[in-house]
């Protein structure tokens, strides 16, 4: 006896593509060959995701660098201000 969309690409009542169900190993009973595959599907998610994870940490980094650098900037002008109007206060 066959399982009911087990072999059918779209589902008959909805007609759309099945969906993989969560399954949480450690409640489950699993296989080892079954929890292998789990990893192997993770491993493949993961290093498809790497290359566009890199380009955005890489913009994150570059962006976070840009900010410090402009405060930095702000924070020497701020400084040398302080300095100026010390300086005009205390001595004519």
């Known amino acids: 006896m066959a399982v009911p969309g087990a072999g059918d690409s779209l589902n ?3 007609g759309q593509a099945p969906v993989a169900q969560c ?3 450690t409640w489950e009973k699993l ?3 079954q929890l292998q595959f789990m990893w192997q599907v993770e491993l493949a998610k993961w ?4 290359p566009q994870r890199r380009t955005q940490n890489i913009l994150t980094s ?3 660098g ?4 402009f405060l930095d900037e702000l924070e020497d ?5 302080r300095a100026r109007a010390l300086a005009r206060a205390s001595g004519p």
Do not use: C, H, N, Y
Request: cysteine-free.
């Open 31 to 33: 296989t080892p060959a």
């Open 62 to 64: 570059l962006g976070i």
């Open 66 to 69: 840009a900010v410090e650098r």
């Open 23 to 25: 399954i949480d190993p």
């Open 47 to 50: 290093q498809k995701r790497l």
């Open 12 to 14: 008959a009542k909805s």
């Open 77 to 81: 002008e701020a400084k040398a201000a």
